[in-house]
């Protein structure tokens, strides 16, 4: 190749690739100036849709960014906007804890009694029969028991007059102020179920004596006293 065509096209590649970096220099400039002109404000959000436009009282609409620029808000301000004035907005008080009542526990030995409203006391005639029809029989330790299908106590009735004992005998010159009902609930295999007879037991008993009902604590025996004792059971 003739050396003065080879000078020619060495100068025009020359050419071309400064015309290229000019270009590309302009090209970078250009781009510099947009995002310089961005980040100081101009024009920033011309182009947001009007429905994405917040407008103050201060002018007849001031564009608000949505994005970052809104952690510029203070925090009374933020409050104000989405909750209402501070001073309507009531902070929710912690309840105060508490502490569950403790659980009844039923006495090892639960004990009432049925008092005679005659001053003379309940007859001992007047006893025995009472005693049979709901079922009570007299046991070796001369008082009157409950006894289940296998023979064993469930619970038992005594005399106030000490030694608690009933006589066998010369029954219509015994009188007593009252009678004592007693059960052991943890010797029992089915406590609630006892307990549920030893009640209709002793309520048949103190409407056939015209007696009344005290509870353990000598207190006239309630329908929630006797709920209570059932339950814990």
Known sequence: MDKEILRIVIITTGLVVI???LLWAYIRGKKSRRELDFISGKDTFSHIDESLKVHTDN????????GPARHNSSGREKSNRYYGHHDDYEVPQEEEEVEPSPRFVAPAIIQFSIVAKADEGFKGTDLVNAF?????????LKIFERVDAN??????????VAPGTFPDKKLELFYCPGIVFFMQPGELDNAQAVFDDYIETIQLLAKELDGVIRDHQKQPLTDATIQLIRQSL
């Open 59 to 66: 002018d007849d609409f001031d564009i608000v960014p949505l």
């Open 19 to 21: 015309a290229g970096m």
């Open 132 to 140: 049979e029809l709901v079922g009570l029989e007299y046991g070796n």
């Open 151 to 160: 023979r064993l106590v469930d619970f038992g009735v005594a005399s106030m």
